[in-house]
């Protein structure tokens, strides 16, 4: 034995670097990194993180300051988006601190340009006197199976009870049930439960009956923006000329008659079953005995 210590420089994964050989080690590691690409606020500093310097970015608002112009499209889009129901423009307007109605109205037109123009499954639409996102009635199908539930149907008789109250508010029970040759509160009634119709009103005559319009979510419930959207009479003959299960309609019984919210398909048992049942002899409605005017 030599004494001396056993050499396992073989076995060390260190290795000595001349002083030279160093020193370009680090120009070059250098010159690397000055050749990397700036990185991103978002990697570098997570996921909140945004350059003020950015003037496309958020820059820091303050509590009662207006969106700046460049962003007020942006948060016209997230207010809709973040709301349950439509919005007026003036809604959208106090919610953002009072941008004023023009860039406001310029920003909606732009919106709906751009959400018509795009193959998406949501819409901008009016409705209930204001604005709201809304997906594709294309897509209504696999958006109920996501939601669950059974979708609202109403009855035949609460069609054409919401129908009178559309077109003729106010209107009393009294003058539907002339119209329809049965009694209609039970359907009255379950529609004003379901907030379709409301009383608004009594008329001034002997009995004070009360009287009965459309509301705000029947609008939206139909995506009408306001009554002057139901169809007109010219928009019945052509429902008429168009479904032959309706038949004719003379101008005098198209002014009786109103026009039903909502055409549905109806299966030809089903359609022979309600032409075979009729009314009773004593003028009783059929849908009478559905409380709640649902199918």
């Known amino acids: 034995m030599s004494g001396q210590p056993p050499d396992d420089s073989d076995d060390s994964d260190e290795v000595e670097v001349e002083g030279d050989e160093l ?6 590691l250098h010159s690397l990194v000055e050749r990397m690409p700036e990185p991103s606020p978002r990697r570098a500093g997570g996921p909140n993180l945004v350059s003020l310097d ?6 820091e608002i303050q509590p ?39 860039g406001v109205r310029e920003a909606l037109a732009s919106l709906k340009e751009r959400y018509d123009d795009r193959p998406g499954g949501v819409r901008l639409v009016q409705a209930a006197n204001g604005w709201q996102l809304r997906t594709d009635p294309r897509f209504a199908r696999w958006v109920g199976a996501m939601l669950g539930g059974r979708p609202v149907r109403l009855s035949r008789a609460a069609l054409e009870v919401l129908s009178i109250v559309a077109y003729r508010q106010p209107v009393s029970r009294a003058e539907v049930d002339e119209l329809r040759g049965v009694d209609s509160g039970a359907v009255l009634r379950m529609l004003v439960e379901r907030g379709l119709a409301q009383v608004c009103g009594r008329r001034d005559e002997p009995g004070r009956p009360l009287l009965y319009g459309s509301t705000v979510d029947f609008l939206s419930m139909f995506g009408l923006r306001d009554l002057s959207d139901l169809p007109t009479l010219r928009d019945l003959h052509e429902i008429q000329h168009d479904d032959p299960r309706l ?10 008659q109103p026009l039903p919210l909502a055409v549905a398909p109806i299966p030809d048992e089903e359609a022979e079953g309600e032409d075979a049942e009729g009314e009773d002899a004593e003028g009783e409605d059929p849908d009478a005995g559905d409380p709640d005017g649902l199918e």
């Not at 020193?23 to 070059?28: G, L, M, T």
């Not at 950015?54 to 820059?59: M, Q, R």
């Not at 948060?75 to 973040?82: K, N, R």
């Open 54 to 59: 950015d003037p496309e970015g958020l820059e």
């Open 64 to 102: 009662g300051d207006v969106p700046p112009p460049h962003l007020l499209e942006a948060a016209v889009e997230a207010i809709l988006f973040a709301a349950d129901q439509p919005l007026s423009e003036e809604r959208i307007d106090g919610f953002l601190t009072n941008p004023g109605l023009a």
């Open 247 to 256: 038949g004719p309609l003379s101008e005098s019984e198209a002014r009786q």
């Open 23 to 28: 020193v370009d080690n680090v120009i070059q």
